[in-house]
């Protein structure tokens, strides 16, 4: 298993890429790397995984690899169970950054995008968001029906991934209460 990186490292990590650009670039960061810078918790990732980013961005990382010192991996998502139209929602992140732009994803997608894989570590990077922000369990529960199309693998793991996420935030009584609304098509509260 490679080294994980807070916060801090990964702050320091695109201040370095900052200064190589030589002209304004955007990324969309996804995965561990935007829980751990935007929500500030306790959560560390071993790469950045990037949605978007401009070839101004992967020339910058180049030149940083180049220099030597720390590097932190960074990979082009290959796949991301993303919800329905989660760019629409995207939030830049304040990094006092002159030429780079990253934005994240609204708080309830990494949520789904984590419970999707819903490894161990993911479920923690869940609760750091949630201690942050207090996640909306109908947000949640729309976001869940907007991203079920697009998850790989069987719909039932999906399901049960989702409700112990659930379980684990508000409660085994809540993911039972909400357990009929996860088959329906809509819904309701």
């Known amino acids: 298993m490679g080294s994980r990186y807070p916060s801090e490292d990964l702050s320091r990590f695109l201040q370095r890429i900052d200064r190589e650009l030589q002209q304004a670039s ?70 006092k950054l002159r030429r780079l732009e990253v934005l994240v994803p609204e708080p309830h997608d990494p949520v789904l995008m984590k419970t999707a894989r819903g490894e161990s570590h993911d479920l923690d990077a869940i609760e750091d968001i949630h201690r942050q922000v207090g996640l909306s369990l109908e947000v949640l529960v729309d976001r869940f029906h907007e991203t079920k199309g697009q998850v790989t693998g069987r719909h039932e793991s999906f399901v049960i991934k989702f409700q112990s996420m659930v379980a684990r935030l508000f409660g085994e009584e809540t993911a039972a209460a909400i357990e009929g609304q996860l088959s329906s098509s809509s819904a309701p509260f």
């Open 26 to 95: 955007r990324i969309v960061l996804i995965g561990g790397g935007a829980v751990g810078l935007a929500y500030h918790g306790k959560h560390a990732t071993m790469d950045l995984d990037l949605w978007e980013a401009s070839q101004e961005f992967w020339t910058a990382v180049e030149r940083v690899s180049e220099q030597g010192g720390p590097r932190i991996p960074v990979h082009k998502a290959a796949i991301a169970e993303v919800p329905y139209e989660f760019e629409s929602r995207l939030r830049r992140l304040e990094l």
